[in-house]
Structures are given as C-alpha cells and as structure tokens.
C-alpha cells in the first residue's frame, strides 16, 4: 500500500518533466533493444553458419584441388598436372578402413544452351562430373526423372541431371526431361534424365571464400567426362591460352561415423602428402572442425555483441545518473520540506530509488517490446535494401541474406534484469545524496 | 481543552547550539530555558542573527542541542537518533514555512496528508479526516486541486491543515505570515487564534509587532540569550463575529 503510494508519487514527480523522463529512458530502451537485437542477429548469422557446415556433412571430409600460381611464365610445353589426383583417391579409398566411400568430383564451368530454345543465350553455369553416390553424400533430391546410376557411368553414356534453376531457365515452359543440353565450348549433347530440387547454398571450402552455389550446376557421369574431356583444359582469354592439367577438383571422403572423423582426416592428409608434405595444391576441408569452430567462433560473438550492448546500457545508466542528479539538486526544497515532515533519510532515498528505476523498468519493458519487433524490422529493411537499392543489397555479404535473426530467449529476462539493475546502481548515488541533505540547509535553499 | 494543572507541551532548560566552523565558533543559543504549557500561543522575537530560527529548528526536532536539554512530552530530544527525530517530526510536530513549502505534484488534500504517510498511519480514516481539515481551513472545494492552482492565502492555510493532521504537540509557524498582505494576514492569524481557542499550542517566530500582538506570550532573544519573556500587555483579539466574517471572505475568495 505504502510502496504503491511511492511507485504512484514518483509516477507523477517524472510526469512534471514529460520531455526530460522520455529522453532518459530513450538511453535505457536504446540499450536493450540493441542487447536484443545483436544477439538476435548474432544468434541467426551462426546458426545460417551452421547450417551451412552442416550441409556439407559432419561425417564428410572434403579434399579440394588447388590450382599453384603460374610459375611457368607463358611456357605451355610443360603442364603440369596438380591437384587430387585418381592415384590419391584409389589410394584413400583401399587403405583406410574407417572410410565408407569416396566420391571423385572434377568440376568444369562451361557455357549450357538448349537448341531448342535460341531464344535464350548460352548460360555461363558449372559442369560436374560425379558418381552415382554423389547424390546420396550431399543429400541431392530429385524433382523429375532420376540421378545418374552405375549403368549409365560404366556405360560412359552422355547423359546429365540438371539444377533446378538451370531447369527454368534453359526450359521456361517445356518439360527438360528427354532434352538435349548442348555445351557450345566442348560441341558436346548431354541428355537431360533427372532435374533437381532448389539446393541451399553451402559454406565456402577450399580457400575460397564465397559461399558455394549449385544452382547453376549440370552433373555427367565423371568417366563419360574423363573419355570425352580429358585432363586438360584449354582457356582462350583475350589473345592467349592458358592450359591446366587436373584430374579431380575434388574427392568427397564419407566417414563411418562422425567420432572417426578427425583421426580419418590425419590418416587422409598423411596418405596425400606422403610424397610431398609441403605440397601446396590441395586443400582439406572438415566440415566437423568448422562446425567445433563455428560454435566458439558463436560464443566469441556473442560475448563481442553483449559487450556493446553493456557499453550502451552503461552509457543509458548514465544518462540516468545524471538527470537524477539534477533533479535532486532542483528538488531540493521538497527534500527539506519531506524531511521537516517526517521524512527519515531511508525514505528520501526510497523516494529517488523509486524514480530512477521507474525510468529504467519503463525503458527496459519498452526496449524489450521494441526488440521483440527486431526481425521483423529486419526482414523490412532487408526488403526495402533489395528493392530500393540493389547495388547495395549486392555488397551484403551470403550470410546476411540468407540469415533469420533469432530472438535469445534469455536475452530478454537478461536484458530487463540488467535494465533494473542499471537503475539501482546509477540511482543509488543520487538518492544518497539527497538523504544526506541537512534538512535545514535543504529548507533554505532557493 | 482547559489545562488546570497545566500539561507542558515542552520543557526547555538550558539549551545551547554552537556551530563550529573553522575559524571560530558560533555560539547561536547560549544557555535558553522555558517552558512551553499546552494550548499557550507564543512570539518569538528579536533582532536579526538573535538565534531565532536556530531555536526554532530545535524545537522542530530538525536538529540537536549541542548543551541541554528539550523535553517533548517525556522524551528528551537531545538523545535522539536522526531516524527518532524523523519519527517525532511525523507524529508529533506541525510545521507552517513562510514560503507554504507545499509539494508541487500533490493534490491539497494529499499535501494535507503527507506527515501520515511518513508516520504509516494513512488509511481511509485518515483522508477523511484530511478532507475535514481541508474543509475547516475553508478549502472543502479544492480538494484535488495542484499548489500552482491557489493564492498564497490559500496555500498557507494548506500548509496550516497539514501541520494539524497528526495532532501536533504544537505548531511552529517560522514567519508564517511574511508572504502574505495584510488581508490575508489577517485571515491567517484568525485562523491561529481559533485553532488556539480550540486548545493547539501554536509558537511562531516573527518580527512584526502586529502579528506578535495577536499572541498570548512574547520571548524575545538577543545574541542567543533570551532578553524578555513575559505575557502580552494588549492582546489584540479577533471576536467571534470578526472571525466569521473574515473566514467568510476567506472562503467567498476561494470561490473566485
Ligand atoms: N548552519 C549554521 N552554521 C553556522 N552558523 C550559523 C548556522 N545557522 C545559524 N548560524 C549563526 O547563528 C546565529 C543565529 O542565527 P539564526 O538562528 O538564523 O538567527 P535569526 O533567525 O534570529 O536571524 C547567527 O549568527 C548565524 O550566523
Ligand atoms: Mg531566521
């Protein structure tokens, strides 16, 4: 009864400065909405990061060929052939007993066009070349038709499966299935058999850093590419060539069981530098250690996000401070007054206890709202980006496209656990000193 | 409310207050007796810097003797804790500023009600009873009106309700009336005069001999010291009918 009387008499003191109590929450909300914010955006950059880990397979390791530096300076009668080779990949698949299966992947790009439709200019998109397993290791699914079978690469037939976006628009209106893809580069006709479905983009691998993307991707049986391409390809860029020698872009190692998966990765990278231990053109990738990365890399974040939160709210909690202290200083005949009238010291400072953490509770239960809001402003925004000025959106990095920021449900009874406490403690000193106040000097004063 | 063996509403012997600086000490109240009887009605005068508002103070419990004693009912002052004085001052002491001190959120009648709320004793009771006190000082009307809304007159009589809702000892009023016209001057010290009929011990400080006349007793101080204390030799009375007109004035002014 009497703490209500309080909470209702501090109500009204902060409603006589409407304007000077409104811009001493704002600090207050700014900094809880930002808590809640950062880790929303925080939490959904590193669960968009997981994902993208995760879609390359725990129990995978991924050996990428690198291509070396030019060092042969314009001489073309030596190439030199880098990167995995089928030795390396025979060689893994034989003597590691913890290995499941091995994928042998050589990707192209290359220009597709369909024939039957001249409408529509040849597509810069990627050839791959792979094992009918492929699609079973990256978890592929098919939308019509089927994927490459063990038939079709023993035979070495000319037959191709087609993404889904490379579909639609090589195909706008006909159905692809039965079709001939016709690669201008190579004069070569694949056969369409199966179209997949969309395929999220996964993380980036092998030095690159850009997110992979497969939605331009034609997949052939790797031993028709190997009897109709070669190892070597011809690049024509202005007036020269370039030719470079490679067997495999990339072997896809599927390990039994995901605790297999670090001692199978040290097996791997012995077996391929057995020769050459500095060797510089292969790369390998273990998706289950970026994943153990990616969750301290979180953690980092997250404790990087909080700090500026806590910055913002310490720089809220000031602002208190230091309107409470004027308003002491203005109010300082009512302290008198309220003292010469039974006041004990302990009230007064109840009195501007109250007051402040009015303020801060206003701005933290505010603050909370406005940052419940916090993806839905970001799905605007990132609208509004995307329509608005697309030159922009472009320079926003996969991540930030493709992420949900994702309210941390414990950031909210954190973060108006905080804003309270930024009102006790920045409160405190002001209502001291306003209980200290001789009561005569205080009824004096002007 | 006749006192025939007449009740002390406080006993003060041989008060002192210093105030040390650093240079010297200033000896504010040098050795000051005498005892106040319920329902008396007292001046205190004297010359500037006389020790004036120090003794008020005192007796306002706001602050301690630095030698003596103050009795207040059976308790002596001059041992009490800042958190006892606080207490005191709550329940037993009625306090009127000559600039009314009224709180400039609250309403009359809350402003009326502000020692109980320090007290703890606020319930229904009480806002009845600060509603009648609004009402006896003729401002029944303007019960949830703000400080800013009234006179000067009226606001005094606010504060002058305020200092009488947690039955005070006495009232201390410290140059109650120096804000104000000699209207409404008027209006006040007739309204002291009938809460004096009425029994309350009422002490004021003031300097103007046409207010100390209204007293019943003058203590006048010099250089710490009291100088004169006796009773007033032409008590300047309000009759009956003077005060009911001037409180009928008073009230027809709030009407405005
Ligand atoms: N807080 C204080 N500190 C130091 N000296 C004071 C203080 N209060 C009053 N005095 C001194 O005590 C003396 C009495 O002051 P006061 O009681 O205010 O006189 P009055 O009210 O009669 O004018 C004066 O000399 C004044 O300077
Ligand atoms: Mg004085």
Redesign the pocket.
């Known amino acids: 009864m009497l703490l209500f009387r309080t909470w209702k008499l501090g109500i009204r003191s902060l409603l006589l400065h409407p304007m000077r109590s409104a811009l001493t929450v704002l600090g207050i909300l700014i900094g809880v909405t930002s808590v809640i914010w950062l880790l929303a955006i925080s939490e959904g950059i590193s669960k968009e990061f997981q994902k993208q880990i995760e879609d390359l397979g725990a129990e995978n390791i991924i050996i990428r060929s690198i291509q070396p530096p030019d060092e042969s300076g314009g001489n073309f009668r030596e190439i030199k052939a880098f990167g995995v080779s089928r030795a390396d990949y025979n060689m893994i698949n034989r003597t590691i007993s913890t290995v499941q299966r091995v994928l042998p992947i050589r990707e192209l790009p290359q220009k597709f066009a369909y024939t039957g439709n001249p409408n529509v200019k040849p597509i810069n998109g990627r050839l791959v070349g792979c094992t009918p397993e492929y699609s079973e290791v990256t978890r592929l699914v098919i939308s019509r038709g089927h994927f490459l079978t063990s038939q079709e690469c023993e035979s070495k037939s000319s037959v191709c499966v087609i993404a889904a976006q490379l579909a639609s628009i090589l195909f706008p209106s006909e159905d692809p299935i039965n079709k001939q893809i016709f690669l201008p580069e190579k004069k070569e006709y694949f056969k369409i058999v199966g179209v997949l479905q969309p395929r999220n983009a996964t993380a980036a691998i092998g030095g690159s850093l850009a997110a992979q993307d497969f939605s331009l991707d034609i997949y052939i049986p790797i031993s028709t590419m190997r009897m109709r391409m070669g190892d070597q390809e011809t690049k024509r860029t202005g007036g020269s060539f370039s030719i470079k020698s490679f067997e495999l872009s990339q072997i896809t190692v599927q390990v039994d069981t995901v605790d297999d998966v670090p001692k199978t990765a040290e097996l791997v990278e012995a077996t391929l530098r057995a020769k050459d231990p500095d060797r510089q053109d292969i790369a390998v990738v273990v998706p289950y250690e970026l994943l153990e990365q990616a969750k301290t890399t979180r953690l980092m974040f997250m404790m990087f996000m909080c700090l500026i939160a806590a910055i913002s709210l310490v720089v809220g909690g000031i602002g208190i401070m230091n309107i409470m202290l004027a308003t002491v200083t203005e109010r300082t005949r009512e302290i008198g007054v309220r003292r010469a009238l039974g006041a004990k010291r302990s009230d007064i400072t109840q009195q501007f206890l109250v007051e402040t953490i009015t303020l801060s509770v206003v701005g933290g239960l505010t603050g909370i709202l406005l940052g419940l809001l916090g993806p839905f402003v970001f799905e605007i925004a990132r609208g509004g980006l995307e329509s608005f000025a697309p030159n922009l959106y472009g320079l926003v990095p996969q991540v930030g496209r493709d992420m949900n920021p994702e309210i941390v449900p414990a950031s909210i009874p954190v973060s108006f656990f905080i804003s309270v406490v930024v009102g006790v403690m920045f409160g405190l000193y002001p209502a001291m000193r306003a209980a200290q106040m001789d009561p005569i000097e205080a009824l004096r004063h002007e | 409310m006749n006192a025939s063996p007449k009740k002390m509403a406080a006993i003060i012997s041989g008060l002192q207050k210093h ?1 040390v ?1 650093k240079s010297e000490t ?1 000896r ?1 109240l040098r050795g000051v007796s005498f005892e106040v009887p319920e329902g008396d009605y007292v001046a205190i005068m ?1 010359p ?7 003794l008020l103070n005192l007796l306002g419990c706001l602050d301690r003797p630095t030698h003596g004693s103050f009795l207040l009912g059976d308790d002596d002052v001059a041992t009490m804790t800042d958190d006892e004085l606080s207490a005191i001052r709550a329940s037993r002491i009625g306090f009127v500023f000559q600039s009314y001190n009224l709180i400039p959120q609250l309403s009359v009648v809350e402003n009326i009600e502000v020692p109980l709320y320090y007290k703890g004793t606020l319930n229904s009771e009480s806002r009845k009873r600060s509603i009648g006190l609004a009402a006896m000082v003729g401002l029944g009307d303007r019960l949830g009106h703000r400080p800013t809304q009234l006179s000067g007159g009226q606001q005094q009589r606010v504060a002058i309700a305020r200092s009488l809702v947690n039955d005070p000892y006495f009232i201390l009023a410290d140059e109650a009336t120096g804000n104000l016209d000699s209207v409404t001057t008027e209006e006040i010290l007739a309204l002291f005069q009938r809460l004096n009929d009425e029994g309350r011990t009422i002490i004021m400080v003031t300097h103007e001999d046409e207010v100390s006349v209204h007293a019943k007793r003058v203590i006048r ?1 010099r250089d710490g010291e009291i100088q004169v204390d006796e009773p007033i030799k032409n008590r300047q009375v309000f009759t009956e009918e003077q005060i009911k007109e001037i409180s009928k004035n008073a009230s027809s002014e709030s009407e405005e």
Request: net charge positive; aromatic share 8%; charged share 10%.
């Open positions: 105030y600086l200033v504010a004297g500037s810097g006389s020790g004036k508002s120090t101080l």
